[in-house]
């Protein structure tokens, strides 16, 4: 069960271990520019720390607006039996429709490289008992700062605006 009140208790998670796995959704970001796509990758881990699927954003490369690195790195994963104890790490903060994915499926905590580009919906996982680590990584940042100055009109209609 999730205690009273997640925002006021210490994460377990070590900082080195979240960087650690960080890395690997950093890794899907870039594949994912190199592919022209948008610089956006993720990774699930499971409750005992097992690389379960790994992907990152292939709206470009799929003409899939709805295959965002969250939920390629989900269906990468095939089925779980729970998903209690699994970890989301994502370069960037989750939009609407991967923070539904994550409350759909009971994923319990969020690791999230950046929210300075875009704010999604962590507070929202957050206010219901899913664990929030927020990286304010550098690389991430500078990653989707680049990439949003080089293509403004592609990041707009990534985001749905
Ligand atoms: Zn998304």
Same mark, same amino acid.
Request: net charge negative; hydrophobic share 40%; charged share 25%.
């Given at each position: 069960?999730?205690?009273?009140?997640?925002?006021?208790?210490?994460?377990?998670?070590?900082?080195?271990?979240?960087?650690?796995?960080?890395?690997?959704?950093?890794?899907?970001?870039?594949?994912? *520019?190199?592919?022209?796509?948008?610089?956006?990758?993720?990774?699930?881990?499971?409750?005992?720390? @097992?690389? *379960?699927?790994?992907? %990152?954003?292939?709206?470009?490369?799929?003409?899939?607006?709805?295959?965002?690195?969250?939920?390629?790195? $989900?269906?990468?994963?095939?089925?779980?039996?729970?998903?209690?104890?699994?970890?989301?790490?994502?370069?960037?903060?989750?939009?609407?429709?991967?923070?539904?994915?994550?409350?759909? $499926?009971?994923?319990?905590?969020?690791?999230?490289?950046?929210?300075?580009? $875009? %704010?999604?919906?962590?507070?929202?996982?957050?206010?219901?008992?899913?664990?929030?680590?927020?990286? /304010?990584?550098?690389?991430?940042? @500078?990653?989707?700062?680049? $990439?949003?100055?080089?293509?403004? @009109? *592609?990041?707009?209609? /990534?985001?749905?605006?």
């Amino acid at each position: 069960m999730q205690p009273m009140d997640p925002l006021d208790t210490p994460d377990p998670l070590d900082r080195t271990q979240a960087r650690a796995w960080l890395a690997t959704a950093v890794a899907e970001a870039r594949a994912g *520019l190199a592919e022209g796509g948008i610089p956006i990758g993720a990774a699930l881990y499971g409750a005992d720390g @097992a690389l *379960l699927g790994r992907g %990152h954003n292939r709206r470009v490369q799929d003409d899939d607006p709805s295959m965002h690195a969250e939920t390629a790195a $989900f269906r990468a994963a095939g089925r779980q039996r729970t998903y209690r104890g699994t970890t989301m790490v994502t370069t960037l903060s989750p939009c609407w429709y991967c923070s539904g994915l994550v409350r759909q $499926f009971g994923i319990s905590r969020v690791v999230i490289g950046e929210a300075a580009t $875009f %704010h999604g919906g962590h507070d929202w996982l957050a206010e219901h008992g899913v664990r929030i680590v927020l990286l /304010d990584d550098e690389e991430c940042t @500078a990653l989707m700062r680049d $990439f949003i100055n080089d293509n403004p @009109a *592609l990041w707009n209609e /990534d985001i749905g605006e």
